[in-house]
């Protein structure tokens, strides 16, 4: 397996320049990486209507993967990093143009004030850059319509995680979103060859 090296690693927080780059093109092929967007979008069960946000979209793939079940809907994106706006806007040129995708370059603390009634928000391995995820948790919270769904992926990057470790990480987060006034919390565990990894998910009742 390809070893990514630190300069590269480093960038994952926010992506910027040729590294940054670089980190976005192994985000966009690395088989792990592929299979937890996938993995978290097929536990969202989406339908061709629905109404999507993506927090910490990077390189765009899961933006593509939603573009193409959600037909007769809207998805919108979010990142702080310019290059995965770059990135992303390029990997779904397509659905931009035909307005099915809306992307923007901002953090998640300061969402487009336009955006909101999403009938289901996401992250993958996002979570883990917040510095107050309640909080983080109770403004998704308030662009979610009553009994929208939020799911939050976690998968550890660092060699030998093990099950235990993300069950803790599933913990904590389940606790932030109940703090966060979110109900119905389940958490969803697999993993692939690389690594377990979680998904827990939410619904906002009010
Ligand atoms: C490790 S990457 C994951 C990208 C993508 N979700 C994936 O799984 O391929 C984390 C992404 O989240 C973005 N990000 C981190 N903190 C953010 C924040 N506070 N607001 C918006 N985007 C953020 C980074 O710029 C980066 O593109």
């Not at 659905?95 to 995708?101: F, L, N, P, T, W």
């Not at 953090?107 to 992250?123: M, Q, R, T, Y």
């Amino acid at each position: 397996m390809m070893k990514v090296p630190p300069r590269v690693v480093a960038q994952f927080r926010k992506p910027c320049g040729i590294f940054g780059h670089l980190a976005g093109l192994i985000m966009a092929t690395r088989p792990s990486n592929i299979a937890r967007n996938v993995w978290t979008l097929e536990l969202l069960d989406l339908s061709p209507r629905d109404h999507v946000l993506e927090v910490g979209f990077g390189p765009g793939i899961a933006i593509r993967y939603a573009a193409h079940h959600i037909t007769d809907g809207l998805i919108v994106g979010v990142d702080h990093s310019q290059a995965m706006l770059r990135q992303a806007s390029q990997r779904n040129a397509a659905a931009i143009e035909s307005g099915r995708v809306r992307l923007y370059c901002q953090p998640v603390h300061n969402l487009p004030a336009c955006e909101s009634g999403f009938d289901k928000i996401f992250s993958a391995n996002v979570v883990q850059f917040w510095d107050d995820p309640v909080r983080v948790f109770k403004t998704l919270r308030s662009r979610l319509a009553a009994g929208g769904v939020l799911a939050t992926t976690y998968m550890p990057r660092h060699a030998g995680a093990t099950l235990g470790d993300v069950r803790n990480t599933a913990a904590t987060i389940s606790a932030q979103l109940q703090a966060a006034g979110l109900s119905r919390i389940r958490v969803e565990e697999t993993r692939t060859q690389r690594s377990p990894m979680v998904c827990v998910l939410a619904v906002n009742r009010s």
